[in-house]
């Protein structure tokens, strides 16, 4: 079976910090690049990050670049997304995706995070 599980949100205040985790299994880890993808209450999805299947190549929303860094860890299987200097405008559930041309997506289930005072 597939899993995405997505963890580490949660509430902080501006200028703050988290480590969101996703632990993958059921799959190839190691050949699918992976992705970071938001949703904001009343707001459609915003892709916020990516990192190719090697990890050597990451790419960023101009929204979070300078603040956020996505790394991986393909002997855990798991894929972070460090945020800091958390804004309120950051608030949403995060969710990672494992893409791969010619095979299907796969998604977590989200985390919420929140940055309010």
């Known amino acids: 079976e597939v899993q995405l599980v997505e963890s580490g949100g949660g509430l902080v205040q501006p200028g703050g910090s988290l480590r969101l985790s996703c632990a993958a299994s059921g799959f190839t880890f190691g050949n699918y690049d992976m992705c970071w993808v938001r949703q904001a209450p009343g707001k459609g999805p915003e892709w916020v990050s990516a990192i190719n299947s090697g990890g050597g190549s990451t790419y960023y929303a101009d929204s979070v670049k300078g603040r956020f860094t996505i790394s991986r860890d393909n002997a855990k299987k798991t894929v972070y997304l460090q945020m800091n200097s958390l804004k309120p405008e950051d608030t949403a559930m995060y969710y990672c995706?494992?893409?791969?041309?010619?095979?299907?997506?796969?998604w977590g289930q989200g985390t919420q995070v929140t940055v309010s005072s």
């Open positions: 995706k494992a893409f791969l041309v010619g095979a299907y997506d796969y």
